[in-house]
């Protein structure tokens, strides 16, 4: 049994402009151990799938339909009883921004040592002691006398390894990273990543990696999704996804990336902007902004397809491909919306 499993998930903000269609059917599994990374732009609906899964959404917004289970126990329509005994117990997240995410009128020991006293049965003193251990196992020096400073005392760095800190003190199953490495420096986004990766192998729990940086990806991800307006356009091994793309979004943020081969040259960004998600078309929603765009294209979304066995995308793309290399039956192909083939 898979320690995550996430079926046909749709969450919607009700705004006054409209519904907004944030997430629109993803379903994924994330095994014990694993690290399984989402990458898009942003608005894509990475982070509101992580606040979906923690139902931490906004007052507008709504899980309207799907499954989220943790080791089989259903999430969706279980009650914020229960969902207080999975935060922080079971599944813990790091928010995209350290310099925001601590209470700057409390010191940095405080406010581990609420979270540790809120999700685990520990008293004030273990308390503090895990809190010094936690401090030390991300590698902050003279942890006992950190535990007295305010987070304004800290760097970035150091802020970021506070709320690792904070995220694993209580040895959660999960750890949703959101953009951990958000306004930091190179040398110490390194750091964080060297950082989770050995807590990660050290601890034996689950990560989900959300990032736009593929460099990020293929550095510490054993599975990768793909997502653009809230579905996911393509899914399976990091090697895959790197050597052997399927989707067009995919190929173009690809291409965006600077490498020693592209030296000298200008990058290839994707154009257009991303779709608005109070207007959905009926087609794929990347349709607009894709040079190798068909008719079809725009009437109909691709259904997903399985390349391999780890391997799944959501492309016309392939579809042209295995019909002009007799892989596909044209009659086999399945079109939606009243598009034409």
């Not at 080791?71 to 350290?98: H, W, Y």
């Not at 904070?166 to 750091?191: F, H, N, R, S």
């Not at 997903?304 to 391997?311: L, S, T």
Request: net charge negative.
């Amino acid at each position: 049994m898979a320690l995550l499993e996430v079926q046909d998930l749709h969450t919607s903000f009700f705004t006054d402009a409209g519904e907004v269609r944030a997430v629109n059917g993803i379903s994924f599994q994330l095994d014990r151990g694993k690290v399984l990374g989402i990458v898009g732009e942003s608005g894509s609906g990475k982070s509101v799938t992580a606040y979906s899964i923690m139902q931490i959404l906004a007052s507008t917004g709504k899980i309207v339909s799907g499954s989220i289970k943790l080791d089989g126990q259903e999430l969706v329509g279980a009650g914020e009883k229960v969902m207080k005994t999975v935060r922080g117990n079971r599944v813990s997240i790091i928010f995209q921004d350290p310099m925001t995410s601590l209470n700057p009128t409390y010191t940095v020991g405080h406010q581990l040592m609420e979270a540790i006293t809120l999700h685990t049965n520990r008293n004030r003193r273990e308390a503090r002691e895990r809190a010094v251990e936690m401090l030390r196992l991300v590698n902050i020096n003279e942890p006992e006398k950190r535990m007295k400073q305010y987070p304004y005392e800290f760097s970035g760095g150091m802020r970021q390894r506070i709320m690792i800190a904070m995220a694993l003190a209580c040895e959660p199953d999960i750890l949703i990273a959101d953009e951990p490495t958000t306004a930091l420096d190179v040398t110490i986004q390194a750091q964080i990543l060297e950082l989770m990766k050995s807590l990660q192998q050290e601890l034996g729990m689950a990560i989900i990696m959300i990032t736009h940086d593929l460099g990020v990806v293929a550095q510490m991800c054993d599975e990768v999704i793909v997502m653009y307006a809230g579905s996911i356009c393509e899914q399976g091994t990091a090697d895959e996804i790197f050597y052997s793309p399927k989707h067009e979004y995919t190929k173009g943020l690809m291409r965006s990336i600077p490498s020693a081969d592209t030296a000298g040259k200008k990058l290839q960004p994707i154009t257009g902007t991303p779709i608005d998600l109070l207007n959905m078309p009926d087609g794929c929603p990347f349709a607009p902004r894709c040079e190798g765009a068909m008719k079809i294209c725009t009437v109909s979304r691709c259904p997903r397809m399985e390349i391999n066995a780890d391997h799944a995308s959501a492309c016309w793309m392939n579809v042209k491909s295995g019909i002009e290399n007799g892989t596909i039956k044209i009659e086999d192909v399945t079109i939606q919306e009243g598009g034409e083939a």
